[in-house]
């Protein structure tokens, strides 16, 4: 069997696109411009790519995006007024701080501070409970986009036997508790899991969501398949950053595949624009 691509950046161009209506349409109805704020601590170049990345993405789509820097060395207290300062500004649909933030701060602390409301990455205490109960506005956009784009190919989620690798607040817990919420029968993986491997070859559905370069192997893979790589590793020596699956032998047994770069990580950033024109329709 040879894998056809879920393909997360001419989904995410999509979904993009039909937002740009709909952001011209809640202007021009409501007099309402989306806004996101997004707070960088710190100058982790990955990071600053990726705020980067969303502020470019928010202008396109007509909304506003503001990039507050703050400095390494800021405390809590800084950060979480900073926040605060958001929470109560009208004129700020969603706030989202970048992850990871230095490691002399509380991040739990820190997300959740922002208002339940404004949650549009999904990841404070009130926003996860809210999903553990089923009742979120938003799940944490990569694990949004990563059942998203199995929603636009039309894979079966219900029923399927969903193994995900990795147990990440952002990404891992969240991804399990979207495919849970679709009745897939799901398991969770991480890093003291027995026979990884075995568990691998039960999974109708894989998200590998580790951060350790093609840790997962073709061979685990039950022919048919459904493979979804959240990873994004850099690879010393390596011209192309590589997900967390063998994507090549992976490939030669699923059914369907996602690409790395080019799956999980537009349908991220997709999904983050759709939260915040969401946030600005429901409470603007
Ligand atoms: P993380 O917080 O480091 O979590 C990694 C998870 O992998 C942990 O739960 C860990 O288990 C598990 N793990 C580590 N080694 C393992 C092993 N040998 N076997 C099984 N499980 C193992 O990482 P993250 O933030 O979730 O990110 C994971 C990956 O996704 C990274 O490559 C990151 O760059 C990528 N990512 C992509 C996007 C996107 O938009 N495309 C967004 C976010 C993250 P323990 O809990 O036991 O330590």
Redesign the pocket.
Same mark, same amino acid.
Do not use: P, W
């Given at each position: 069997m040879t894998a056809k691509i879920l393909d997360g950046s001419a989904t995410a161009k999509q979904i993009r696109a039909k937002l740009a209506e709909d952001v011209a349409k809640i202007k021009a109805e409501r007099g309402i411009t989306p806004r996101l704020s997004v707070i960088l601590v710190g100058d982790d170049p990955a990071s600053v790519t990726y705020t980067r990345m969303k502020k470019k993405a928010c202008e396109a789509a007509g909304m506003i995006s503001d990039l507050i820097y703050m400095p390494a060395d800021c405390t809590q207290q800084q950060v979480k007024d900073t926040i605060l300062q958001l929470n109560a500004d009208p004129a700020v649909h969603g706030i989202m701080v970048q992850h990871p933030v230095p490691s002399h701060l509380d991040e739990l602390d820190i997300l959740s501070t922002v208002a339940v409301e404004k949650d549009v990455d999904g990841i404070s205490a009130l926003s996860l409970g809210k999903l553990v109960l089923g009742t979120a506005d938003y799940t944490s956009c !990569?694990p949004q986009g990563i059942v998203t784009l199995l929603e636009t190919y039309g894979i079966p989620i219900k029923g399927a036997e969903a193994v995900v690798?990795?147990?990440?607040i952002?990404?891992?817990k969240p991804a399990a508790l979207a495919l849970l919420e679709r009745h897939a029968t799901v398991t969770i993986?991480?890093?003291?899991?027995q026979n990884?491997a075995d568990v691998v070859r039960r999974a109708d559905i894989l998200v590998a969501?580790?951060?350790?370069p093609e840790?997962i192997k073709g061979d685990w893979i039950k022919e048919g398949a459904v493979v979804v790589d959240?990873?994004?590793?850099k690879v010393e020596g390596r011209e192309k950053d590589v997900g967390?699956v063998e994507f090549e032998a992976a490939s030669g047994r699923a059914s369907w595949i996602t690409p790395v770069p080019g799956g999980?990580?537009p349908m !991220?950033i997709a999904m983050l624009l759709s939260h915040t024109l969401k946030a600005a329709e429901k409470y603007g």
């Open positions: !990569t690798v990795g147990r990440s952002i990404l891992g993986c991480h890093s003291r899991t990884l969501a580790i951060g350790k840790l959240a990873g994004y590793n967390d999980v990580g !991220t």
